[in-house]
């Protein structure tokens, strides 16, 4: 058994991670501080955004007419499969109670967190569908309020199809504003939303870190990094379709790391051979994005069996993990670490980011070791509840005053004690 890497990237320079940290720690600082109008601050000099930040019901009317009737289907048509999808989960996660023993009752609710902080992001892309992906997915885990915010694109703010796809979805708040101070508005409760629970959605790397530094009385999805992907395939796949996954991913800009893992070679020199004239057939500015990411971070591994591809893909644990092989059930029980599955040549990658229903917003990085991405149960909580009837009083107390008192814990013993004596006589000890 044995993997070769048959093209290995340079790798990007060295980013200034401290320095993003650091200006993230001093604007969160300030508009903690400074509130509302150290947010509309940063809005203005970063966004150049001078209008209202709550966008009014008049604005989401003039989007919803400005939206064209075909794409207002096709939004309505992945919001039916995100949604749908997100309920499939939610029922599979129920409250239950158990009798551990006479006398002795447990069990667990499900309740939903009570406010999220959605950020959708913009730039250079207008993301509809993670509109859909973190909002509506929030909905059906019956969260009671939900607050949006994306920056705005020029002097009209944010675009309609965003707009039109936060509404659709279920948004009670949407603010007109992004990055850091979008994030800590929605976290502290800012411009009339509700303090957020949780926060969720992708973003640039301020809003990561932005994030990650609000993370403890605030969940958080995960801190997600540059997308990642990964294609597995054998002599049945088709070249063309694998340069044309890869480049498509690579879209995503220089920092997207695109791979391929083959168990044939003559795949990998056809794939290499036609991935330049598919960056070449994009318009600008996704051209010069996709050859900076393929030239940076594409690589290829050359492997002998199917055995050594899933565990390069295991090894990756890649956000996005595209099969083109035989034998698909085979891989569905092998594989392990990756952010969302894509089986077979039919099912793209584009399908799960766009309207297929599985939530695109994923572990990056290698985070699909330990996590998978965001769903309906991320915006749940599972709790726990006990209750003790007569039956099972005398051995829990006994049992729990033993342990205690072996860990050094005398007020805890005596707590469980007095349940069956009732309190005893107060008396100094040792």
């Known amino acids: 058994m044995a993997i070769r890497q048959i093209r290995t990237a340079p790798g990007l320079p060295p980013q200034a991670a401290r320095d993003t940290s650091d200006t993230v720690q001093i604007m969160l600082a300030r508009i903690r501080a400074g509130g509302e109008d150290a947010a509309r601050d940063y809005a203005r000099r970063l966004d150049g955004w001078e209008g209202a930040v709550v966008v009014p019901p008049e604005a989401i009317a003039r989007a919803i007419r400005a939206v064209p009737d075909a794409l207002k289907a096709d ?19 129920t409250e239950m109670e158990v009798e551990l023993r006479p006398g002795l009752y447990a069990g667990q609710r499900v309740i939903p967190v009570g406010s999220v902080g959605a950020y959708v992001p913009g730039g250079r892309y207008a993301h509809i569908a993670s509109a859909l992906m973190t909002i509506a997915t929030a909905r059906a885990a019956g969260v009671a309020h939900i607050t949006a915010c994306s920056p705005p694109r020029g002097a009209d703010g944010i675009p309609a ?52 530094q609000l993370f403890g009385p605030v969940g958080i999805d995960m801190v997600a990094g540059p997308t990642d992907s990964l294609i597995l395939a054998d002599d049945s796949a088709d070249a063309l379709t ?35 004239a598919c960056i070449d057939a994009l318009p600008e500015p ?3 994005a996709a050859r900076d990411a393929w030239d940076a971070l594409g690589e290829i591994w050359l492997c002998d069996t199917p055995g050594d591809m899933a565990q390069q893909a295991d090894d990756l ?20 670490n990756y952010g969302s ?54 051995d829990l107390a006994r049992v729990s005053a033993s342990i205690s008192r072996h860990e050094g814990m005398e007020g805890h013993a005596r707590s469980a004690e007095m349940r069956l004596s009732g309190p005893a006589p107060l008396k100094a000890v040792g």
């Open 75 to 93: 939004i309505g048509y992945a919001h039916d499969n995100i949604r749908r999808f997100a309920e499939a989960q939610r029922a599979t996660l």
């Open 161 to 212: 199809p965003i707009l039109y796809a936060m509404h659709l979805a279920g948004a009670d708040r949407i603010l007109c504003m992004g990055g850091v101070q979008g994030v800590a508005a929605m976290a502290f409760g800012l411009f009339g939303a509700r303090p957020a629970d949780i926060l969720v959605g992708p973003g640039n790397a301020f809003v990561a870190e932005a994030k990650r």
């Open 286 to 288: 996704n051209r010069t």
């Open 242 to 276: 694998v340069a044309w996954d890869l480049v498509g991913q690579a879209e995503h800009g220089a920092n997207s790391p695109v791979w391929l893992a083959t168990s044939d070679a003559g795949l990998a020199q056809a794939v290499q051979a036609h991935i330049p």
């Open 317 to 336: 644990a890649p956000e996005h993990l595209h099969v083109q092989a035989r034998d698909l059930d085979w891989w569905k029980g092998r594989l392990r």
């Open 341 to 394: 599955l894509f089986l077979g040549a039919n099912t793209t990658v584009p399908f799960g980011d766009k309207a297929a229903g599985p939530n695109h917003v994923l572990p990056t990085g290698g985070a699909a070791r330990h996590t998978g991405g965001l769903s309906v149960l991320k915006y749940l909580k599972t709790v726990t509840w006990q209750r003790v009837g007569e039956a099972a009083l005398p």
